[in-house]
């Protein structure tokens, strides 16, 4: 019995095999495993002194450039599975710039011109113009379309003046209107594009116009308003209605309703009306001027409410006449 009160197994074979181990080299199923072990180890040894006579016959150098390979092919695996591969390449090309500087090619001065809304630094930065930039691998249309990119930009030159200066110009957009949309105010250029949100006080005097589209076509309805300052210095905003005609709202609250198409043929009848009747001083919600023929006024509220008194007062007057 072993220590914890149990039988051993017995070691040796009962019954016809009694007396042989088990496992034994000297039975016949042992006799066969170890007939197997050495017929495959005289075959794995027969492979290896194969492969070694053709490295033998390989030209020299080979087995060296294998061995590197493989080393390429490890690390190139790591750097990828460990997503490495940004800062290898940021690493390879301040290796490169290194190089290219110590041959004479650092970027020693850069002449900017054009920039007022975007700073200098911006603008560097955005062409890659770096402490550690080299001129020679500057790619020039690359930073181009990078400055490009920002939309206070509309055109720019990067020029290489080698061995060591760079000059940039840029054509800047000029803000032009305030553009509102969806509650979103935002400073855009003559031909539409949004500059930056509006959060600027020194904007506020731009003109406004308010809908979707309006940023696209408020050139040209702008510069026909221009026309009548009478109606520019009285202009808060110009909505565009369905992307096809503009309504004028002004400072007092009147609505102007302009027709779609040629504008300024009716704007000249409101500036004849008001000079005639004062009607852009009166209490009036709205002026419709869409119809050529005709102009329709639509009282505001208060007024609309004075007049009905009005006429209840005449009536009683004139039934108490009776």
């Known amino acids: 019995m072993d220590g914890g009160g149990r039988l051993d197994q017995p070691l040796m074979r009962s019954g016809p095999n009694a ?15 170890v007939a197997d072990r050495l017929a495959f180890s005289a075959n794995h040894r027969r492979r290896l002194a194969r492969w070694g006579s053709r490295m033998a016959r390989l030209p020299p150098g080979i087995g060296i450039a294998g061995s590197v390979l493989l080393l390429v092919a490890t690390l190139g695996y790591g750097v990828v599975a ?15 710039d290194e190089a290219a500087n110590s041959a004479g090619f650092r970027i020693a001065a850069v002449s900017l011109t054009g920039p007022k809304e975007v700073s200098r630094e911006e603008v560097l930065t955005t ?34 003046l080698y061995p060591d200066r760079l000059q940039i110009t840029v054509t800047e957009r000029q803000a032009f209107a305030l553009w509102q949309e ?10 539409g594009t949004v500059l930056e949100p509006f959060v600027e006080d020194r904007y506020r005097d731009l003109p406004l116009v308010v ?9 040209e309805f702008l510069a026909v308003v221009a026309r009548y300052p009478e109606i520019r210095s009285a202009l808060r905003a110009s909505v565009m209605v369905a992307q096809r005609r503009w309504n004028l709202r002004l400072n007092n609250g009147i609505d102007v309703r302009l027709p779609e198409g040629d504008v300024a ?9 008001d000079r005639e009747k004062k009607l852009l001083s009166r209490e009036i919600a709205s002026v419709d001027l869409r119809l050529p023929d005709r102009v329709t006024v639509r009282l505001s509220d208060a007024a609309a409410q004075a007049r009905e008194d009005a006429l209840k007062d005449k009536k009683k007057k004139k039934a108490g006449d009776a």
């Open 265 to 273: 043929p009716a704007l000249d009848r409101l500036i004849a009306l």
């Open 127 to 160: 062409a890659g113009v770096t402490g550690r930039a080299s001129l020679l691998f500057l790619d020039a249309d690359a930073a181009r379309a990078r400055l490009m990119a920002n939309p206070w930009i509309a055109d720019a030159a990067v020029l290489k």
């Open 82 to 96: 460990g997503g490495h591969v940004a800062d290898v390449i940021a690493w390879l090309k301040d290796a490169r």
């Open 19 to 33: 007396g042989k181990e088990i496992g034994s080299p000297f039975d016949a199923p042992g006799r066969a495993r």
């Open 182 to 191: 969806d509650g979103r105010v935002s400073v855009i250029a003559a031909d």
């Open 211 to 219: 809908g979707h589209g309006a940023g696209r076509q408020a050139k």
